[in-house]
């Protein structure tokens, strides 16, 4: 999809298009001319935009998704791998349209950070990924890192849902908790 969404705001520039109100009939018309199908150019509509406005006829507008355009514009630039935060950070705003601000707690759930040394790294580890069920959800969780802090282990546990048990009973079951101090932040690691 990657594809559709880089011609399409490559398209927004060249008609010189609001990202607020795209017509649906004139998009679709471009994408099409482009080479995309009827089909694939309306799910892209329904994938990267909301609608804001019902039009005459079948014809609606759309406007862009801030968030969804910028965590795949973040997926894209992380398929090269590992990078420094700064770099990423730079390739990501540089990708980004004008009018539209990447933060990076758009992309929570979808990338980790690792520190070495004095260097702060970026990966992707999208939580769209990781099997459904708790227990195996976990196994991944820990393989991926021994022990995590609630912060980064909250956006891949808060969907998570087992009938007759908590979010907390899920962390007491699958979780050792530990906290040095009061004051700090609790670490959990594999039971």
Request: one cysteine or more; aromatic letters at 8%.
């Amino acid at each position: 999809m990657s594809g559709i969404l880089n011609m399409l705001l490559h398209d927004v520039i060249l008609n010189d298009w609001s990202t607020n109100a795209l017509n649906e009939d004139e998009v679709v018309s471009v994408l099409e001319t482009d080479g995309f199908p009827r089909n694939i150019a309306k799910h892209c509509l329904q994938v990267y935009c909301r609608k804001v406005g019902e039009g005459v006829g079948a014809s609606c507008t759309w406007q862009l998704d801030e968030r969804r355009v910028c965590v795949d514009l973040a997926r894209e630039i992380l398929k090269e791998g590992k990078m420094k935060i700064e770099i990423f950070m730079d390739k990501w705003k540089r990708k980004v349209p004008d009018g539209m601000n990447a933060h990076f707690d758009m992309l929570e759930g979808e990338v980790l950070t690792e520190t070495i040394g004095m260097e702060t790294w970026v990966y992707p580890f999208s939580i769209s990924s990781l099997p459904s069920t708790p227990a195996e959800r976990f196994s991944i969780l820990f393989q991926e890192r021994p022990k995590w802090e609630w912060r980064d282990l909250q956006p891949y546990v808060r969907d998570l849902r087992v009938p007759g048990l908590s979010s907390e009973g899920l962390l007491l079951k699958y979780t050792r908790r530990t906290q040095p101090t009061s004051e700090a932040e609790p670490v959990f690691s594999a039971r």
